[in-house]
T-cell receptor, first 117, second 112 residues
Framework: NAGVMQNPRHLVRRRGQEARLRCSPM?????VYWYRQLPEEGLKFMVY????????ESGMPKERFSAEFPKEGPSILRIQQVVRGDSAAYFC???????????????FGPGTRLLVL | DQQVKQNSPSLSVQEGRISILNCDYT??????FLWYKKYPAEGPTFLIS?????DKNEDGRFTVFLNKSAKHLSLHIVPSQPGDSAVYFC???????????FGAGTILRVKS
């Protein structure tokens, strides 16, 4: 039973380029969450998605960042025109979200480490 | 605003002894708490969780205690093993909420 998959594991981009990070949730999980970890900090929530729906994007920067979780295929976190401050580890998590009570554990992928030169 | 705080950046413990990691929170709406363990260059691994209706949850060597009145939780690992050396994150979520709010983490070193 495969866990949460993320690729690429490492991504190097120059300032101004685009970064695309992919996440495939655990089998049977239909809810995906993206978190970012800056150096020496804890993980910070970015966005929560279900298939074809963004449920909560309260942690997403207002510009350059977008996320999707299409009906088919992985969830994508897209960063346009990257800047050095975007360098971080980006983690995806998934949960089954089968119903109340909404106290479900989120299971994390290995992360994508983005380095912006 | 740090709603979840882990005030000890690091902790060093002898193998076989007890490790106690602490976490404080400020938001009384949190009702589900989790501990994750993280090795370098890997994602967080779920360890144990506790609902606000309980004050203790145990799973093998790991026990989590919750003190709602003090807004404090702790993770006890006994006996500690060298393989437990990692960064431990405390996280919290609200009823019907979606996002986890993480502390900054505590580095645990278990010496053999």
């Amino acid at each position: 039973n495969a866990g949460v998959m993320q690729n690429p594991r490492h991504l190097v981009r120059r300032r101004g380029q685009e970064a695309r990070l992919r996440c495939s949730p655990m089998k049977g999980h239909s809810h995906v969450y993206w978190y970012r970890q800056l150096p020496e900090e804890g993980l910070k929530f970015m966005v929560y998605l279900q298939k074809e729906n963004i449920i909560d994007e309260s942690g997403m920067p207002k510009e350059r960042f977008s996320a999707e979780f299409p009906k088919e295929g992985p969830s994508i976190l897209r960063i346009q025109q990257v800047v050095r401050g975007d360098s971080a580890a980006y983690f995806c998590a998934s949960s089954p979200r089968q119903g109340p009570p909404y106290q479900e554990t989120q299971y994390f992928g290995p992360g994508t480490r983005l380095l912006v030169l | 605003d740090q709603q979840v705080k882990q005030n000890s950046p690091s902790l060093s413990v002898q193998e076989g002894r007890i490790s106690i990691l602490n976490c404080d929170y400020t938001n009384s709406m949190f009702d589900y708490f989790l501990w994750y363990k993280k090795y370098p260059a890997e994602g967080p691994t779920f360890l144990i969780s506790i609902s606000s209706i309980k004050d203790k949850n145990e799973d093998g060597r790991f026990t989590v205690f919750l003190n709602k009145s003090a807004k404090h939780l702790s993770l006890h690992i006994v006996p500690s093993q060298p393989g437990d050396s990692a960064v431990y994150f405390c996280a919290a979520s609200m009823e019907y909420g979606n996002k986890l709010v993480f502390g900054a983490g505590t580095i645990l070193r278990v010496k053999s």
